[in-house]
């Protein structure tokens, strides 16, 4: 149980062009969902924290235009990175959270965004 | 703000015992979670302390000290497949993570 799926698993896109990545729990109700960023050899920085049918908060210094959290259901949140740049390739992680238990964050196998 | 302190890289030989030292900083507190993760993938759950005190898994184990802001990750017997970064994160409704510990299990 507990399984998090993400889509693609890798991406290239063009300069300037949208990109979104999905976040799927399987086989449980995620009401609480994580965005990370990971850039090479360093550790993963926390962009956004998205609870279903409200907005997603944002951490400080992460552009909440560029990067559009949108958590319409219990078992999906997506994640659209606007008019991408080459500095926003990156390795890109969720993780679900259930209301039941506070603790644990299930992983996602992460996105690779290439922009070139 | 946050501040989670780990040893960037360690190397050590098969069969042999390596500890990951983590200091935490942090304004909020309610459990300390170890990680591993392989290039390229995401991570992967290894333990978690809320208590002070030692929690033992198989070959790895995790202590906790919430009076000195330490932890570490005892890995025994250590196997190739180890090679992996080790990732320390304080708990505090949301994860914040330490940089990582790069381990390299040589023959």
């Known amino acids: 149980g507990a399984v998090v799926s993400q889509h693609p698993s890798w991406v290239i896109c063009k300069s300037g062009t949208s990109v979104k990545i999905e976040c799927r729990s399987l086989?449980?109700?995620?009401?609480?969902m994580f965005w990370y960023r990971q850039f090479p050899k360093q550790s993963l920085m926390l962009m956004a924290t998205s609870n279903e049918g409200s907005k997603a908060t944002y951490e400080q210094g992460v552009e909440k235009d560029k990067f559009l959290i949108n958590h319409a259901s219990l078992t999906l949140s997506t994640l659209t990175v606007t008019s991408a740049h080459p500095e926003d390739s990156s390795f890109y992680i969720c993780s679900a959270r259930t209301g039941d238990a506070i603790i644990e964050q299930f992983f996602g196998p992460g996105t690779r965004l290439t922009v070139l | 703000g946050q501040n989670i302190d780990q040893p960037t890289e360690m190397t050590a030989t098969e069969g042999a015992i390596v500890q990951i030292n983590c200091t935490y900083q942090?304004?909020?507190?309610?459990?300390l979670f170890w990680y591993q993760q392989h290039a390229g993938e995401a991570p992967t759950f290894l333990s978690y302390n809320v208590l002070d005190g030692l929690e033992e898994k198989g070959r790895f184990s995790s202590f906790l000290s919430r009076s000195k802001g330490y932890s570490y990750l005892l890995l025994k017997e250590l196997q190739m497949k180890d090679s992996a970064s080790y990732l320390c994160a304080v708990n505090d409704y949301k994860l914040s993570f330490g940089a990582g510990t790069t381990v390299t299990v040589r023959a």
């Open positions: 942090t304004s909020g507190f309610n459990g």
């Open positions: 086989d449980f109700q995620a009401t609480t």
